[in-house]
């Protein structure tokens, strides 16, 4: 489900750049058209050189925030199938143990797999302060007392000393498992520092205003393409943004947890 908190935050970044940007071409403009009452032409030949310096380096970083949004994106994606071969593969070893031990502790995986499903389908949510997702405490607990549950069970059931062999697949099976939980957890608080968006943001609006200077040199004003400058830029930091939320945003990796719900189907 969309965070409707998120998707206002991101339509309100994306929107105080468009009009921000047309602001500042605007601005520029006129300060170029003051340039040229006072230079003749041929002054604004040397300025090209910072413009497209300046334009450069925007598309540098935007290259790069895109690219990186992606790449974890794509990982996300990745950590969600290990943890559910993790899953599996930690259920399915439970049945080296007795019948009654083994249908305890595989009843407590299930349980504990869809608490992990729930977790990211049902109880992450956009923290402003934050500036991230945050899942709420009561299912984080859930979770927590589940994976103490099931550890504590199969280190007693792997106590008597003809169980030792067999112990040695399934303890590091469930260790497997709550490893990947983990990576998968960390993956989704990788984001790159805030500074970036800034950086982003500002070089944007610094571009609209050399843009706005480059300007003065025509006489009329051309609105379409200011417009469609100031749009392109703030689609694509609405864009970025979205892509490193994707729990949250219009473009998520949601389609994935088929997996995890399949492996929690195929549980007896």
Same mark, same amino acid.
């Given at each position: ?47 090209? #050189? =910072?413009?497209? !310096?300046?334009?450069? @380096?925007?598309? +540098?970083?935007?290259?790069? $925030?895109? *690219?990186?949004? %992606? ?14 071969? #993790? =899953?599996?593969? !930690?259920?399915?070893? @439970?049945?080296? +143990?007795?019948?009654?031990? $083994?249908? *305890?502790?595989? %009843? ?15 109880? =992450? ?13 009561? $299912? ?129």
């Amino acid at each position: 489900m969309i965070e409707l908190a998120f998707l206002l935050f991101s339509s309100a970044v994306a929107i105080a750049f468009f009009v921000g940007s047309l602001l500042l071409m605007n601005v520029g403009r006129r300060l170029g058209a003051r340039h040229l009452a006072r230079e003749d032409t041929a002054g604004m030949t040397g300025l090209t #050189a =910072v413009e497209g !310096a300046v334009f450069a @380096l925007m598309g +540098l970083v935007l290259a790069f $925030a895109i *690219s990186g949004a %992606l790449q974890r994106f794509d990982e996300r994606r990745q950590l969600i199938l290990q943890e559910a071969n #993790a =899953v599996s593969d !930690a259920y399915n070893r @439970l049945d080296l +143990l007795e019948s009654e031990a $083994a249908l *305890s502790l595989k %009843l407590t995986v299930k349980n504990y797999l869809r608490a992990r499903i729930e977790l990211f389908q049902k109880d =992450v949510v956009f923290s402003l302060r934050e500036g991230a997702e945050v899942a709420s405490g009561k $299912a984080l607990a859930r979770v927590s007392k589940l994976r103490a549950e099931l550890w504590d069970g199969a280190v007693t059931a792997c106590a008597p000393a003809d169980k030792k062999q067999m112990c040695t697949l399934i303890l590091p099976s469930l260790n497997n498992m709550f490893g990947a939980a983990r990576m998968r957890d960390g993956a989704n608080e990788r984001h790159p520092p805030q500074i970036i968006y800034v950086m982003l943001f500002g070089l944007g609006l610094g571009g609209s205003l050399l843009a706005g200077f480059g300007m003065a040199e025509t006489k009329t004003r051309s609105l379409i393409h200011m417009v469609i400058f100031a749009a392109s830029f703030a689609f694509a930091l609405f864009v970025v943004t979205d892509i490193e939320f994707p729990r949250l945003g219009l473009i998520r990796v949601d389609y994935f947890d088929h997996i995890m719900v399949s492996v929690y189907e195929h549980m007896r």
